[in-house]
């Protein structure tokens, strides 16, 4: 069965500063897909990032960016220029491509912004 | 575009009262995934419908527990009877296709059983 592992639970950044958030998965499968999603207060689940493991090149979205490194079987995310709405709980998750296209989620990592 | 919409947004109800929780996907998308979240227990699936069809429902805790998909633009989470363990914030999320697109959440409906 395929986990994911966020071993920091909290993370803290100053404003304008760049953080990286840890994630860990195991698998068997080649084949699948990696997010990072955003949790604010709000509760709202807000896709922040997606990655193919087919694609060699790490994805970037404006601020945030991933380092994906396969054969370590490893995902972190890079926020640079943190922001004060940045602040948020932050899931790393998994999807295999081969099957029922379940979400499995890390347990989160709550970040903090302090201006 | 409207997201996935959820309804209600809260809702307190008492023990062994049945409990309806509604969802709404995204027009177009034909994948939609009911998710549970609890401090103990994180994130977790707990049945997904592809083209108004249940396809696992392994995540389902138990009988008290039903969901159905009667047509591609709504779905119902039902508990019946309802206890305070059930308590927890449940996500309707919805796709284009089963594996490969990205899943869309919901607001959420945040439950409490006393």
């Known amino acids: 069965a395929q986990t994911v592992t966020q071993s920091q639970p909290e993370m803290s950044v100053q404003e304008a500063e760049t953080v990286t958030l840890s994630c860990t998965y195991d698998t068997s499968e080649s084949d699948y897909y990696l997010f990072w999603y955003k949790q604010p207060p709000s509760r709202q689940m807000i896709l922040v990032i997606r990655?193919?493991?087919?694609?060699?090149q790490n994805a970037t979205e404006n601020r945030f960016s991933v380092n994906f490194q396969k054969a370590a079987k490893s995902f972190s995310l890079k926020i640079s220029d943190s922001q004060l709405g940045d602040a948020a709980m932050y899931f790393c998750a998994y999807r295999s491509a081969s099957n029922t296209g379940k979400l499995i989620f890390g347990q989160g990592t709550t970040l903090q912004v302090k201006p | 575009d409207a997201g996935v919409i959820q309804s209600p947004r809260h809702e307190v109800t008492e023990m062994g009262q049945e409990v309806t929780l509604r969802c709404k996907p995204i027009s177009g998308h034909n994948s939609l995934f009911w998710y549970r979240q609890t401090m103990m227990r994180g994130l977790e699936l707990l049945i997904y419908f592809n083209n108004n069809v249940p396809i696992d429902d392994s995540g389902m805790p138990e009988d008290r527990f039903s969901a159905k998909m009667p047509n591609a633009s709504f779905s119902t989470l039902k508990i019946q009877p309802s206890e305070p363990r059930d308590s927890a914030v449940y996500f309707c999320?919805?796709?284009?296709?089963?594996?490969?697109?990205?899943?869309?959440f919901g607001p959420g409906t945040r439950l409490l059983v006393l």
């Open positions: 990655q193919e493991a087919y694609k060699q």
């Open positions: 999320a919805s796709s284009q296709n089963r594996v490969r697109e990205t899943q869309y």
